[in-house]
């Protein structure tokens, strides 16, 4: 996915080419975590390189139509602006409970000065952000390098994360803010927190436009049912 002037030096990246790389960062986000949490098969994924790193990306063809239909209703909402988070749910299937939520917080730059905000109204499909300028100036190998530690830590995070010992299935969870045009097929959702849960926080990366910050939570090992 092409996003912006891609040169060596700063460039101004407009808002449609910071929607773009924050679209393609959630899609390969979302695609590490189901693999290194082994939500789907290893053999369901295919190598590729990103960001100038070897990723796992699905092959399977039902996730692909799913993820490709989340992406591209958030690039319409990110576009807008309405979008304040992204948040993928790993859920035990016989346990039903929450076992991780991996947290994307999107902020913006409302006047291109670098000072991004994040209005949050704690309402599901219903947060908000303000007009985005493009007026920032950064490379995109920057951008790619600040993307790059993310993944890093996604595929680093089985050597802090407790061992999910059922099988589990995924949801996403999107936050916008109210003004925000909802299609009919999707849901309100509560925001599935964790009791008695640990934080993790990742890497951030910024756009200019857009800034990113991650993180995971995930239930204590000695409360799960062994």
Same mark, same amino acid.
């Given at each position: 996915?092409?996003?912006?002037?891609?040169?060596?030096?700063k460039t101004e990246i407009t808002l449609k080419g910071s929607v773009?790389?924050?679209?393609?960062?959630?899609?390969?986000?979302?695609?590490?975590?189901?693999?290194?949490?082994?939500?789907?098969?290893?053999?369901?994924?295919?190598?590729?390189?990103?960001?100038?790193?070897?990723?796992?990306?699905?092959?399977?063809?039902?996730?692909?139509?799913?993820?490709?239909?989340?992406?591209?209703?958030? &690039?319409?909402?990110?576009?807008?602006?309405?979008?304040?988070?992204?948040?993928?749910?790993?859920?035990?299937?016989?346990?039903?409970?929450?076992?991780?939520?991996?947290?994307?917080?999107?902020?913006?730059?409302?006047?291109?000065?670098?000072?991004?905000?994040?209005?949050?109204?704690?309402?599901?499909?219903?947060?908000?952000?303000?007009?985005?300028?493009?007026?920032?100036?950064?490379?995109?190998? &920057?951008?790619?390098?600040?993307?790059?530690?993310?993944?890093?830590?996604?595929?680093?995070?089985?050597?802090?994360?407790?061992?999910?010992? &059922?099988?589990?299935?995924?949801?996403?969870?999107?936050?916008?803010?109210?003004?925000?045009?909802?299609?009919?097929?999707?849901?309100?959702?509560?925001?599935?927190?964790?009791?008695?849960?640990? &934080?993790?926080?990742?890497?951030?990366?910024?756009?200019?436009?857009?800034?990113?910050?991650?993180?995971?939570?995930?239930?204590?090992?000695?409360?799960?049912?062994?």
């Amino acid at each position: 996915m092409s996003t912006a002037l891609a040169t060596n030096n700063k460039t101004e990246i407009t808002l449609k080419g910071s929607v773009a790389i924050v679209s393609e960062f959630f899609f390969t986000a979302i695609n590490s975590i189901l693999y290194q949490r082994g939500i789907y098969q290893p053999e369901t994924f295919k190598r590729e390189v990103k960001y100038g790193l070897t990723v796992l990306t699905s092959t399977d063809a039902g996730l692909l139509n799913y993820l490709n239909q989340v992406m591209g209703q958030m &690039e319409s909402w990110l576009l807008e602006s309405h979008v304040q988070r992204l948040v993928v749910v790993v859920t035990g299937i016989d346990s039903e409970e929450t076992l991780e939520r991996w947290q994307f917080n999107v902020n913006v730059d409302d006047d291109g000065t670098g000072s991004f905000s994040n209005n949050d109204e704690n309402q599901m499909q219903n947060s908000s952000t303000t007009t985005a300028s493009s007026k920032g100036k950064k490379s995109i190998k &920057e951008v790619h390098n600040e993307i790059q530690a993310i993944i890093r830590q996604i595929t680093a995070s089985v050597t802090f994360l407790p061992l999910l010992n &059922e099988p589990c299935s995924f949801d996403l969870l999107v936050y916008t803010n109210k003004e925000a045009s909802v299609p009919k097929k999707w849901e309100d959702s509560d925001p599935r927190y964790i009791m008695n849960s640990q &934080e993790v926080k990742l890497r951030s990366f910024t756009t200019s436009v857009h800034k990113v910050d991650s993180m995971v939570t995930y239930k204590e090992k000695d409360e799960w049912e062994l």
